[in-house]
Each structure stands twice: as C-alpha cells, then as structure tokens.
C-alpha cells in the first residue's frame, strides 16, 4: 500500500494518463456504438441515459476527491503507514480533480446535445415549452452551473478572480443536489442508479458540511482542496 501510494505521487503523470484514459473510453464507446447502429431498439434511449450516467458519475468522483483524500490521510495515519500520512502525499488525485469536472461538464453537454437533436430538433418554441417540466427545469439549472465552473475553472480565472473563484466554485453544493433530483425527477420508478447516486451525493454533502462546521476537521495550512508540499 506505502509503496503503491508513493507510486503515484512521485508519478503524477502516469495517474494523470489513468483518469485521462477513463475519461475518454465512454465517449470513444458512444461514438462506436453509433457509428456501428448498434445501440438497441431505442437509440435516443441509449445516448441520454448514456451520457447522463457518465457526467453524474464523473462529477461524484471529482466532488469525492476532497473526501478520499482527507480519509486516506487518516487511514495511512491509524495504519501507521510510512508514506500517505499527510495531505500532501495524495496531491496526485487534486492534480486530476479539475480534469474530472470538466469531463462532466463535457458528457453534460453530450446529454443536451442529444436532447436538443434527437427530441426537439433544436425546436426553440418547443424548447421554451419544455421548460414546464420540473425535471428538464432542474437540468437546465444545473447545466447552467456547470458552464460557470467550466468557464471558470482555468488557474488564469483562479489568479484573476481570487476570493471570487472560491464563493463561485461553492456552487459544487448545489449541483451535488439538483443532478439526482433531475434523475428522480424524470423517471417514474426511481431505479438503482438512483439509490446509488443519492446515497453517494447525500454522504459527501454531510461530509462537507460535517468539515465546514467543526473546526475540528480544518487544517489552516491545507484545507483538503489545496495542493501543498
């Protein structure tokens, strides 16, 4: 374990390949499975649910990244580990946190493009109309969050935006609620995915919450979001 955590940290670029690697496959399987028409009875189906899936589960890694972190520090501690005993040591996975978000960012927009073509044929009367529904309501203001951060999200907009950048990038919060609201919302019978995504969601919004609330768990010289030696 020492060995396989120090690995990596001295690595970063082969981690960097791992998650790149991820990231990419359910987009290269998506092009594959339309280009070859092999994507069942129902292909407007098959894309949504498809592309949806990969941008919540994209964006509970990158909000869980924070998380493992702070945990695997602890672990290592209690283990009486060599190496993992400090924040520092797991710098990898905050390395590859902003390549995660914008991969959900990225299938999102996959999400939308294949809702606006596929449903609506970029019909804007029958999109405005649309908007009456609750759950399309809910991913559209979610969609509108994840562009702010996308947008945001480069150093140069963290440097120029300063405090800013912090309060703006807060809104992670509410995104951890509106992306499995729209999935209840949607469907009629709220399936397995569901129940994961939920319970994923609801853990690390405590947790949040859980370290902003107790001193206890704040460290003044790295908070768990920052990358520090």
Known sequence: MTSFILTCSRHPKIVNLFFWIA?????????FRYYTNSMGPNPYEFLMNTSGHCAIIFFIISYAIVPIRRWATSFCRLAKFRYGKRLSDWN?????????????FYYTLIHVFVYLYFELDFDIELLIYELRRYFILVGWAALIILILLAVTSPKW???????????????????????????????????????????????LLVHRVIVLSIPYFLNARDNGEEVHR
Not at 24 to 31: D, G, K, R, T
């Open 157 to 203: 907009m963290q440097k120029r935006l300063k405090q800013k950048w912090k309060k703006i990038h807060r809104l992670v919060d509410i995104l951890v609620i509106l992306l499995p609201l729209h999935v209840y919302m949607q469907s009629s019978i709220p399936d397995t995915y569901f129940w994961t995504y939920l319970f994923l969601c609801a853990a």
């Open 92 to 104: 990898f996975l905050i390395y590859n946190r902003r390549m995660l978000g914008l991969n959900a």
């Open 23 to 31: 990231c990419i496959v359910p987009a290269l399987h998506l092009s």
